[in-house]
């Protein structure tokens, strides 16, 4: 088996429906490729309608709603693959994605490789090449590069990646249950290992932006509340990865002493009520990130967080 394309869906029945056959027309499940969909606890007709229209694909069914981390580990689990193709359900892909993502993933330190992800509609970019810094304290993700070459991170919905490397990593982290920055906690803790992240823009996918999130909400306000939420969780995870990662002495003291300087400047940026929201969303895991910090501690790594952050001694 070359390669397993994994897509968790909740209530995402509407949307299989787009994603299922550009994936299939961009594979040959007869040629070493299998494709799962793990059904997360929804409560629509997705495990009907998956056998009904699609009885050649794999279906991992759960009993409950776990979030995506957990649902992502539970089809690694039951893959066959060599290498892993994580996709949400909310994307489209171009007949001949999948070849230039697995093209890298044969050179042993390479870890994952990112397809140029599309906003669905007017093609603008969703996704380019990233970088990380730190500044004002704060991690911050800069997606900004053109053409391909090394990134900071691949993302979770939308990349492929060595499945031996990624159980050896431990995997997502459920830390940031329900969903973002698991793949970035992951991708950085792979550099720390010494592996690479790929950005390839040979392979092209569309995205709905937030689809797999907001697509079930009927109403405006539901719609609303859903991306309101979406922003907050975001926030939060940044404080969290921050605690988790960030394990110099002095660059976490940096980054305690200007939380309120920076959540005091927020107010009046692009992030308003969110940032502070998400910090205090945030206070409420500390005690699971604190512990998370410790088993960091413990681990051997090639590098710190001054060799990515580029950051002198």
């Known amino acids: 088996m070359n390669a397993s394309i994994i897509i968790p869906s909740y209530n995402g029945t509407e949307l299989l429906k787009k994603s299922l056959p550009s994936i299939l027309n961009a594979i040959d499940l007869n040629s070493g490729y299998e494709i799962i969909v793990v059904d997360d606890g929804s409560r629509d007709n997705t495990l009907l309608f998956l056998k009904k229209h699609f009885p050649q694909i794999n279906v991992v069914p759960l009993k409950e709603n776990i979030g995506f981390a957990k649902a992502i580990m539970e089809g690694i689990y039951g893959s066959k693959g060599k ?8 994307v489209v892909v171009e007949p001949n994605f999948l070849a230039p993502l697995l093209y890298h993933l044969i050179e042993k330190d390479v870890f994952a490789v990112g397809s140029k992800v599309l906003k669905a509609g007017d093609k603008g970019h969703y996704h380019l090449r990233s970088t990380i810094c730190l500044r004002r304290g704060e991690i911050e993700i800069i997606r900004d590069k053109e053409g391909g070459g090394e990134t900071f991170y691949v993302s979770g919905g939308m990349g492929a990646y060595d499945k031996d490397i990624f159980l050896e990593l431990g995997g997502f982290d459920d830390l940031y249950h329900p969903f973002y920055w698991e793949d970035v906690d992951l991708c950085y803790r792979a550099l720390k290992k ?11 996918i569309y995205h709905k932006d937030q689809g797999t999130i907001v697509f079930r909400k009927k109403g405006k306000w ?3 509340l859903a991306k309101m939420y979406a922003r907050i969780i975001q926030e939060r995870n940044q404080y969290l990865f921050t605690w988790k990662n960030i394990l110099d002495r002095n660059l976490i003291i940096k980054h305690t002493l ?3 300087c920076n959540l005091f400047l927020s107010l009046w940026g692009k992030d308003h009520i969110f940032k502070p929201i998400g910090f205090i969303f945030a206070l409420a895991r500390l005690r ?9 501690k413990k681990k051997r790594y090639r590098l710190g967080e001054r060799d990515i952050l580029n950051l002198t001694p």
């Open 222 to 224: 539901e719609l609303f």
């Open 258 to 260: 200007l939380i309120p």
């Open 194 to 204: 010494g592996y690479k992240m790929i950005y390839e823009p040979r392979s092209v």
């Open 83 to 90: 290498f892993i193709i994580l996709i949400n359900n909310d």
């Open 288 to 296: 699971k990130a604190l512990k998370r910090r410790k088993e960091e």
